[in-house]
Each structure stands twice: as structure tokens, then as C-alpha cells.
């Protein structure tokens, strides 16, 4: 099954490319490859019967909403994400103004609107803002050990919880102002989680975190839905490029295929797919979530990835953060509400606080964002990370509505607030293709990581090249967790097969130097539509 040399190709006829993943990575990839001339023979296999990955916009409530993919983060010029959904008209006028674009948020989430403690009643926002300053500081200060020899702590959550004990010691106020003042902290510090995509922010590596970059640009949201905008790349390809309800089992690569319909053709890679069928191909862009590729990794790829690619793999961060969507008859909050902020007293981020995840999974919620009003609807939408997300997947609608239901009137102080009318949530831990929401740089591991995944197979240069090239969100070193990211990702694959196909156009086609191939297994027929 080795071949060695280049693979052979009928000249005018260009090579076979398969996208794994129909996200915005993968649609990236395809549409840049689309567009060039040597690329006529490329496929999408996509595992569900739709596009977009993590964007996932649905009709509900008289409207729509982001189950997956929310805002994009920095829209600002140097976003391709903002200039697509620019180019496309598919962004608001606030969003598109120059003001919007020059806006540095530091990548901080803004301050709540209203702020409910567990005890019921409000909490002071110049509390809650004071403790956000203090807390932001103190993140911005994490960008300092980007490039130091060594670090106060190995995570982002020790070094925080370090410093401030050390602040601690300059609080004056009484005893209870105190246990709120951790209590707000320990909110900031579950809203960072959401953030970073992690159960914990212990998790999280100190020296790489500034490596992430954040981008110019009050984020945005997409009035249509997000997934507009993959709708729009979708529709730019060629029709039958996208394959759906395609789950990929295997690739081999490092071999010497054939097919039936082509003889004396040879291919180095074959996708195998869970229906048995096969695609022999000279690339394959794998732009599948990490977290599925953490839970394939003995079994994807034939054979198996080298050692320090699959430690990647295994080192880098892959957490959860789930959405929960309530529908209510009539608002509870003020016309001008834009964020509700739910604080529990009994909280400190600096104890390890450990109750059955049945029992408190709902103190992980960070609060809701009130969406645009649909109609006769309005809607709240919470956000929660980690393994109390991961629990939450496995309620019923009715536990998790009524769960909520008991925690706002507990928050307002009102028992008799109506129950929300419906729900409807995110279960990406869940989800079999993608086993959970974004990465983020864990600790033991480094930005080098994410660089190493995003190298090509084979790593050692023989044999045929770019058989196997790595696209998405967790290939990007700066931008990782983002949309953004992913369909840089995805450019950067087709730019390098485009680079490579270009060299060798310019060379003097050689005559097949592979011998004969083994018949692949089901593999007549084995491409959807016929390529020639």
C-alpha cells in the first residue's frame, strides 16, 4: 500500500480533493478551491444533513436563534468573517458604522444591565462594575508572560485566585460586602469559562493565554442569523460538491489506490466512509472538531497519526459552553434590559465548592442575554460551561425549564413569576461529530500545539505530498475558539494546495512513476457523481 515519488495525474484533469466537515472551515476551503481552475474534482463530506458545524441557526419562537456561533468577535476590517457578512448585506447598520469598528473591548464581556443575587433582589452595579475592573485588570495582566522564562502560576485560574488573595487584604468593608464582592468574582469567573470554552480556568495555560488575539470591533450579531452567511458560501459552490449525511469511519493514507473507473490511476489517500462506501482521493482538508477527533483519535486515520501530532491532539483543550433559550408571554425585565447577571452569595472562586452536579448544576449559569423581541415572543438566553453544561445535556426540557424557573424566582424575589412557556437549549458536548463547543490552550500545552496539528501528512516530506492538510478552529494559533479563525483555517489549506498544484503546473508533466495498485474495496462508483 506504500507508494513512493509523485502520484500520477492525467494532465487536464486536476486532482481529487475531499473537504471532511461541511463547517465554516470546510465551506471556507471549498469555495476558495472552487475558484481555481486545477481544483474541478472536489467533494464535502458532511457527517449531519446540514451545513455550518458549530453556526446553527434555527426558526423558533416567531424568530431566529443562534443554537450555535453568536456574535462576530472584533468585527472590524481585518475579520473576514465581518467582510463577508458585509459583502453578503447581511449585517446591521450599528454594525457596519466605522464607531462600531474602532471600538476596543478587549475581548471583556460588558457590564449587566441588572444584577440578581441567590438571596433574591438586585446587587449593586457599582459593586458589580468595580469588581468587573478589578477582575479585567487582572486578565489584561495575564498578556505579560506571553514570552517570560517562567510564570507565577502554570493556569489562568491559580494566578487569578493569587492575586486576589493579595487584594483581599486591602478590603475595609464589613464581612458580607466581602462574601459579595467573591460572590460577583466568582460570576466573572464562570463568564471566563464561557469564554474560554473550559470547565475551569485552572485548566487553562498562564504563558500561551495572550497569544489569543482580539480584534478591533464591538462583537456583533447577525439579524438573519449566523448562518446566512454559510447559506451564502454553500450556494457559491458547484452543485453536488456538498455530500450530506456522510459520516467518515477511516482515512488510509500513505497508500497506493485504485478504482475501477480509473485504471492505472493511483491515489495516496482513501476515505472510508461508516456506510462502507470509499473515496480515493490525492487530498483530504480534515476540518472536524477537535473534540471529535480527541474521541476518534485511535481510529481515524490509517495509519495512525505520528506521535506528536496525536499528543497535540490529546494536550490541547476542548471544553464545553451550551446555550438555554426561555420563551416568556411577557417580559419580567426592563424595556432597556439587555443582560441579566445571576450572582449566588454562597460562592467564592476561591474555595472549591463541589455539591452534586443535580443539586447546584444551574449555579454555573452565568446569566441571560435578552434577545430581540420576535413578536408576541421574548426570549432570555442563558449561557453555561463546563461539566455542569455537560450534566445539563443530559436533563429533560421539563427538569431544566423547571430547574430555571426555581432559580428566577429566587433571583427576583418574586415566587409567583410565570414559568417561561418554553425551552430550547444547546447539547454540543452531546452532539456526535463534535463532542463540545471550542478549544483553548490547556495547561501543558502550548501554542506550538495547535501550529503542529495544523501540519500537513506526510510530515517527512516522502511519498506523495499534502495527502492529508488539517483545517479549524483549534488549528489556529491566534484565533482559536472563533468563526473567524476556523475559515482562516480553511483559506489557509486550499492556499497551500493551490501553492503546491501552481509549482507543479510550472514543471513538465513526468510520466507515471507508480506501479500497479492494489483494487480499493467498494470503491467503483465510489464518488457520489461521476468526476469526468
Given at each position: ?58 426558526r423558533s419562537f416567531g424568530g431566529v436563534v443562534e443554537v450555535g456561533a453568536h456574535w462576530i468577535h472584533g ?17 446591521g447598520e450599528k454594525a457596519l458604522s466605522e464607531e462600531n469598528q474602532l471600538i476596543e473591548t478587549g475581548g ?425
Amino acid at each position: 500500500m506504500q507508494s513512493s515519488g509523485r502520484q500520477a495525474e492525467t494532465p487536464g484533469r486536476g486532482p481529487r480533493v475531499l473537504v471532511v466537515g461541511g463547517g465554516i472551515a470546510g465551506l471556507g476551503a471549498a469555495q476558495r478551491l472552487c475558484c481555481h481552475p486545477a481544483f474541478p474534482h472536489l467533494r464535502v463530506l458532511e457527517a449531519t444533513a446540514r451545513a455550518g458545524g458549530r453556526i446553527r441557526s434555527e426558526r423558533s419562537f416567531g424568530g431566529v436563534v443562534e443554537v450555535g456561533a453568536h456574535w462576530i468577535h472584533g468585527p472590524s476590517q481585518g475579520n473576514p468573517i465581518f467582510q463577508l457578512a458585509a459583502k453578503y448585506g447581511l449585517l446591521g447598520e450599528k454594525a457596519l458604522s466605522e464607531e462600531n469598528q474602532l471600538i476596543e473591548t478587549g475581548g471583556h464581556v460588558g457590564l449587566p444591565s441588572v444584577s440578581y443575587a441567590s438571596s433574591g433582589g438586585s446587587v449593586s452595579l457599582e459593586l458589580v462594575a468595580e469588581m468587573a475592573r478589578l477582575f479585567y485588570s487582572l486578565i489584561d495582566q495575564t498578556r505579560e508572560f506571553l514570552h517570560a522564562a517562567e510564570t507565577p502560576a502554570p493556569s489562568v485560574g491559580e494566578y487569578l485566585k493569587k492575586e486576589i488573595r493579595q487584594h483581599m487584604a486591602g478590603w475595609t468593608e464589613e464581612e458580607e460586602t466581602k462574601r459579595l464582592k467573591l460572590a460577583i468574582l466568582n460570576n466573572l469567573f464562570n463568564v471566563e469559562c464561557c469564554v474560554s470554552g473550559t470547565h475551569s480556568m485552572d485548566l487553562v495555560a498562564l504563558a500561551p493565554f495572550g497569544e489569543y488575539t482580539v480584534l478591533p470591533g464591538l462583537d456583533c450579531t447577525f439579524p438573519g442569523g449566523y448562518q446566512g452567511l454559510t447559506d451564502r458560501i454553500m450556494a457559491s459552490l458547484p452543485k453536488d460538491v456538498m455530500v450530506f449525511n456522510k459520516p467518515v469511519k477511516t482515512i488510509h493514507w500513505n497508500g497506493s489506490f485504485e478504482e475501477a473507473s480509473a485504471p492505472g490511476e493511483t491515489f495516496p489517500v482513501l476515505v472510508e466512509c461508516e456506510d462502507g462506501s470509499c473515496f480515493p482521493a490525492h487530498h483530504v482538508v480534515v476540518t472536524v472538531p477537535l473534540g471529535f477527533l480527541k474521541e476518534r483519535l485511535d481510529t481515524f486515520f490509517e495509519p495512525p497519526l505520528p506521535t506528536e501530532k496525536a499528543e497535540a491532539i490529546r494536550k490541547i483543550g476542548f471544553g464545553t459552553n451550551n446555550k438555554i433559550f426561555l420563551e416568556f408571554e411577557e417580559p419580567f425585565w426592563q424595556p432597556d434590559c439587555q443582560h441579566i447577571q445571576v450572582v449566588w452569595r454562597d460562592t467564592s472562586p476561591l474555595e472549591d465548592a463541589a455539591p452534586k452536579l443535580q443539586d447546584a448544576w444551574f449555579k454555573k449559569l452565568i446569566g441571560f442575554w435578552v434577545l430581540p423581541s420576535f413578536g408576541a415572543s421574548q426570549v432570555l438566553c442563558g449561557f453555561i460551561a463546563g461539566l455542569e453544561s455537560e450534566f445539563m445535556e443530559t436533563l429533560s426540557d421539563e427538569d431544566v425549564l423547571l430547574s430555571l424557573t426555581q432559580v428566577l424566582r429566587r433571583v427576583t424575589g418574586n415566587p409567583r413569576l410565570p414559568a417561561p412557556r418554553s425551552v430550547l437549549r444547546s447539547r454540543w458536548h452531546s452532539a456526535p461529530y463534535t463532542r463540545g463547543s471550542y478549544s483553548y490552550v490547556a495547561v501543558g500545552s502550548s501554542g506550538d500545539d495547535l501550529d503542529l496539528l495544523a501540519q500537513p501528512l506526510p510530515a517527512d516530506g516522502r511519498g506523495a505530498q499534502l495527502q492529508v492538510l488539517f483545517a479549524g478552529e483549534a488549528t489556529h494559533r491566534t484565533f482559536y475558539s472563533t468563526t473567524h479563525g476556523a475559515l482562516l483555517s480553511g483559506w489557509r489549506e486550499a492556499d497551500r494546495l493551490i501553492a503546491l498544484w501552481d509549482s507543479q503546473a510550472q514543471r513538465p508533466e513526468p510520466g507515471s512513476e507508480l506501479g500497479s495498485a492494489p483494487r480499493v474495496p467498494g470503491s467503483p462508483g465510489g464518488w457520489p457523481h461521476p468526476f469526468l
